[in-house]
Structures are given as C-alpha cells and as structure tokens.
Antibody, heavy 118, light 108 residues
C-alpha cells in the first residue's frame, strides 16, 4: 500500500523548534518530488515547502523562508521538516504530500498537529 | 504569491450539477496547465480529484470534471451525491504552488 506517515508534531513555545518526519512506503520514494503543506485550524491549505527527488532543488513559502528547512533521506525513505523560531501563526496540521506533476499532490499523509503556544 | 480566489460556498440538490470557480492571474492559473482540485472531508487529509486542469486520477468518478478559461479554472460535479459534501480546494503551479481559499460544497 502506498502510504505516507507523519510524526513529530506537538506543543512548543514561541521561538522554539520542532522536527517533523514523514515515512514513505509502498513506492520508490527516491523517484518522487515531495512537499509539506499545512492547514491552520479552520483554515485553508497552505503550501510550505518543496524538495526535488534528489534533494538538489528546494523551495519555501515566503512565510517560512529562513526559519524552516526541508530535507530527505532516500536511503531511509524519509522526508523531514526542521522548524525553528516558531510563531503562533505556524500552528497547523502539517501534511507531507507526493508530487505527480507540477503542483499536483496525489498521496498525502494523515497529518501531524503542531501547536505553538506559551 | 496571493491565494487563488474561490467562492466560500456552493450548494446543489442530489442529482444536480454544481460548478466551483477558481480565479488566479496570468502568473499562475492562466500561465500553466497545472491546475489541481482537492476534496477534503472534515478531519481527513485532502484527496486529489483533478490534475493538469482536467485529468482524473484513477478511482475518481467521472462525475468530477475540470476546465480552464483564461485565468479562471472550474470544477464541475455532476449527479451530486451526499458523499460529495466536502471542502474543495484548487491549486495552481506557479513556480511554487498556490492554493485557493476553499469552497464548502453542501448537498441539500
């Protein structure tokens, strides 16, 4: 079964850090571009970051640039999001998602909740 | 990148058709044939329904169709069913990816 499973969410204070992980299974992870997408409570979807299949090309939304770092380990079939200098507005469910064509995400994880609050 | 513009709500009765619009600019929707549509039920992850403007992934009913004219893309759901009630989001490739604000579809 093709599957993505996120982990690493939780409660963190403003200014703190958190590292999210996304474990892939059921497909050749190293062949696919990957993304992080988030959804604040009661709000819409927001694209956060993209990484190419080799990890050589990376993009970020302006809202997280300089604070978040996306990475991947193809040997471990895993995607990561290192989040630093967290703010209240980063509170959201974070999804990892697989790209099939530019901008189209065909496989999504179940999401992991990140809450930034004192 | 500014979010794409979707109506906040849409509705229709079972068996009817409903169309949801998604308006962007020449830098996103109008500039690429890479518009996607997602369905999201409460508490669930989004599901890809349409990609590359009008293509349906395997398993998506042909009641769902997509189109584009200029800077506006549209999702049409024909033969509405109760299970189609959900939030729908459009997105467009624009170098990076931009989403619409979402449309809550109610089946009356």
């Amino acid at each position: 079964e093709v599957q993505l499973v996120e982990s690493g969410g939780g409660l963190v204070q403003p200014g703190g850090s958190l590292r999210l992980s996304c474990a892939a299974s059921g497909f050749t992870f190293s062949s696919y571009e990957m993304n992080w997408v988030r959804q604040a409570p009661g709000k819409g979807l927001e694209w956060v970051s993209y990484i190419s299949s080799s990890g050589s090309t990376i993009y970020y939304a302006d809202s997280v640039k300089g604070r978040f770092t996306i990475s991947r380990d193809n040997a471990k079939n895993s995607l990561y999001l290192q989040m630093n200098s967290l703010r209240a507005e980063d509170t959201a469910v974070y999804y990892c998602a697989r790209t099939i064509t530019p901008g189209a995400f065909d496989i999504w994880g179940q999401g992991t909740m990140v809450t930034v609050s004192s | 990148q500014s979010a794409l513009t979707q109506p906040p709500s849409a509705s229709g009765s079972p068996g009817q058709s409903v169309t949801i619009s998604c308006t962007g600019t020449s830098s996103d929707v109008g500039g690429y044939n890479y518009v996607s549509w997602y369905q999201q039920h409460p508490g669930k992850a989004p599901k890809l329904m349409i990609y590359e403007v009008s293509k349906r992934p395997s398993g998506v009913p042909d009641r769902f169709s997509g189109s584009k004219s200029g800077n506006t893309a549209s999702l049409t759901v024909s033969g509405l069913q109760a299970e189609d009630e959900a939030d729908y989001y459009c997105s467009s490739y624009a170098g990076t990816v931009v989403f619409g604000g979402g449309t809550k579809l109610t089946v009356l």
